[in-house]
């Protein structure tokens, strides 16, 4: 029965208070009514703070560990807390390299603050002052593409170089015959394998170094941009095949028989210098990938903008500017969500589980990569009515009430809202989970909760009971006394709380006094 009626929002107590309250209103109405002689009980409008309740009925449940993954993947760059710490609910446990995306925010602000500026002149009508900004924008954004094209053959010999020397001296060891056709690993490896795999990278990688140093061969200060960033893609795919051989062969190092403890440990160095150098070249050239990528739109960006300034300020021209404006704000609030998501926070106070990141690495999207519990072990579960589940929302806070511990009120938080319904006795309802503020070692698993969600709070409300408000056909109204008559007046109702109280969005003022009608009419 309980269950029952909290999913309609009421407790027992609730459910006995709301049927008096409304028992006496009515013989309160009957009464005046009946007396005739105009006399009338009134109430008077209040402000004050008015919050809206769900109120329902859950169970105490083990807490189940909370898998924890980036929603986009990078490289790892801080990890903050390590499996057994104790954390609160907004600690950062891990944390991605957001340099790149810190540049690309900057320039796309700046791309805002660009476009605000034109469509700002527009609307002032062209200038040659406008004119000639939007020009001088353009040459500084072409300037910048063509100085990072300059920058192309100086990055992609010093990447060649630097896997060249990875290759041939860091890891030279490594091989008997490096730079012929039929290379072999110099120590042994239980894996057959990955010796095969080792022996056929090198071959491969001896290949793509002497296209790669005939790729080189062909740059010259006459070079077209076409061809720069040919070579600049060749080189990244030349760097990629160099860095699988080093994962393998670092592979090989890990699973190798027969070597000294000191050749091992040498052996190991050697290939983590290799993978450093490689990776670091590879970064200089995805960086410059991604800036010329950033500074071909901001050079069409610039020529779209002087277009517009030349065309003067047309209706047509203020709307095209406005959406160049739009779009250039959702790009950087594109770039701020992602700068967002590289940080992997706790929601809840707990405890670490599992910590699977490394400084580093790489994390993919979407793979668990940290595991949290609850720091009490316990939450709370109760299913919301789909009549109430539009109110609720992550973080509203919940007052709670356990039958096993009368007289005393718990605090909580939602934080979790299943998104797929359940049906129960043939009604939808929606699974609610809710966290413990303080841990209580006296929490045990299957208690009866009562729970107070507090969905929606109004610090400066107009209030009424609801008992003094009515609804027909026509709409919800009031009625005041207006010179010895008495008057319908309509007002618009805002959120409800569980005393029995309705805000008043429009309709009366503050102070004013209503009369008690004391019953709905139907």
């Known amino acids: 029965m309980n269950a029952i009626m909290a999913r309609f929002g009421f407790g027992k107590k609730k459910m006995i208070i709301g049927v008096v309250v409304v028992a006496v209103a009515a013989l309160g109405y009957f009464f005046v009514a009946s007396r005739g002689g105009g006399k009338y009980q009134f109430v008077g409008v209040t402000r004050g703070t008015i919050t809206e309740v769900v109120s329902v009925t859950g169970n105490t449940t083990p807490i189940q560990s909370l898998d924890l993954s980036f929603p986009a993947g990078g490289t790892i760059a801080a990890v903050y807390k390590n499996a057994g ?3 609160s609910a907004g600690d950062v446990l891990v944390q991605l390299d957001t340099g790149s995306l810190q540049a690309q925010l900057a320039q796309a602000q ?7 500026a034109t469509l700002e002149g527009l609307q002032a009508g062209p200038t040659p002052q406008a004119v000639q900004v939007s020009k001088a924008a353009l040459a500084t954004a072409e300037q910048t593409l063509s100085n990072t094209y300059t920058g192309i053959s ?21 091989y008997n015959n490096p730079d012929s056709n039929n290379p072999q690993l110099s120590f042994s490896v239980s894996d057959s394998q990955v010796v095969n795999d080792a022996n056929a990278e090198r071959v491969q990688v001896g290949q793509e170094l002497a296209v790669w140093q005939n790729e080189i061969n062909t740059l010259s200060p006459a070079a077209g941009t076409s061809t720069l960033a040919q070579i600049l893609q060749s080189t990244a795919g030349h760097l990629s095949v160099v860095a699988t051989m080093l994962n393998t062969d670092a592979t090989a190092v890990v699973e190798e028989s027969g070597l000294s403890a000191s050749a091992a440990q040498a052996y190991k160095t050697d290939v983590t210098n290799a993978i450093t150098e490689v990776n670091g070249a590879a970064g200089a050239i995805n960086t410059i990938q991604q800036s010329i990528a950033s500074e071909q739109a901001a050079v069409a960006q610039a020529q779209a903008q002087l277009s517009l300034t030349l065309a003067g300020s047309t209706p047509q021209a203020i709307a095209a500017q406005q959406a160049q404006v739009e779009q250039a704000q959702a790009n950087v609030q594109n770039i701020k969500v992602s700068i967002a998501n590289a940080t992997l926070s706790s929601p809840i106070n707990g405890i670490v589980t599992v910590q699977n990141a ?26 919301v009515p789909e009549t109430d589940i539009g109110k609720v929302a992550i973080g509203n806070p919940v007052d709670m009430t356990f039958d096993a511990f009368p007289g005393e009120t718990f605090s909580g938080k939602v934080f979790y809202i299943d998104p797929a319904e359940t049906i129960l006795s043939g009604v939808v309802d929606y699974l609610v989970k809710v966290s413990f503020i ?15 969600i507090k969905t929606q ?17 026509s709409g919800t109204f009031v009625d005041i006394l207006q010179n010895g008559v008495e008057t319908q007046v309509p007002v618009t109702l805002g959120i409800r709380d569980q005393n029995g109280n309705v805000e008043i969005t429009s309709g009366v003022t503050e102070g004013e006094q209503v009369i008690n009608i004391g019953l709905k009419t139907q």
């Open 85 to 87: 710490d104790n954390v």
């Open 110 to 116: 700046a791309a805002v603050d660009a476009a605000q």
């Open 154 to 174: 100086n990055a992609v010999i010093d990447a060649y170089a630097k896997a060249s020397d990875a290759v041939r001296n860091q890891i030279g060891a490594f």
């Open 358 to 383: 490394k400084i580093g690495q790489t994390a993919v999207a979407g793979q668990t990569i940290t595991s949290i519990i609850s720091g009490n072990n316990f939450e709370v579960d109760a299913y």
């Open 438 to 452: 303080t841990p209580d070692v006296r929490i045990k698993s299957g208690l009866t909760a009562n729970l107070d």
């Open 457 to 473: 709070t109004d610090k400066n409300a107009l209030i009424l009971p609801q008992y003094a408000v009515a609804q027909n056909v």
